[in-house]
Nanobody, 126 residues
């Protein structure tokens, strides 16, 4: 019922910036909690950031806090991830995710039944 398509990935030098976009289809976007995850080479998928359905609340992994910013535009059915001060360890496939609000807060919500995008590659050179 929800289709997510990521874009904006690419190759960037360490210290540079990228902005990822996730376009959603479906009529329930404004009611969905949105998140970004990433999978680095040889590692498991890791949480990056999440934003509440209203956009009022955000939550970030410690590894990206202060460097990445998640935002959303419900009128455009789009969520963004602004990535600044990129490091080689940020290299990964980045995935957009959507889920219903469980009411327990962004830091503790489950993403096990979320919808997922296909991912976009981000490569940061040293």
């Amino acid at each position: 019922q929800v289709q997510l398509v990521e874009s904006g990935g690419g190759l960037v030098q360490a210290g540079g910036s990228l902005r990822l976009s996730c376009a959603a289809s479906g009529r329930t976007f404004s009611r969905l909690v949105m998140g970004w995850f990433r999978r680095a080479p040889g590692k498991e998928r890791d949480f990056v950031a999440a934003i509440s359905w209203s956009g009022a609340n955000t939550y970030y992994a410690d590894s990206v806090k202060g460097r990445f910013t998640i935002s959303r535009d419900n009128a455009k059915n789009t969520v963004y991830l602004q990535m600044n001060s990129l490091r080689p360890e940020d290299t990964a496939v980045y995935y957009c995710a959507a889920n219903f609000d469980g009411g327990s807060g962004l830091a503790t919500m489950s993403w096990g039944t979320a919808w997922w995008g296909q991912g976009t590659q981000v490569t940061v050179s040293s």
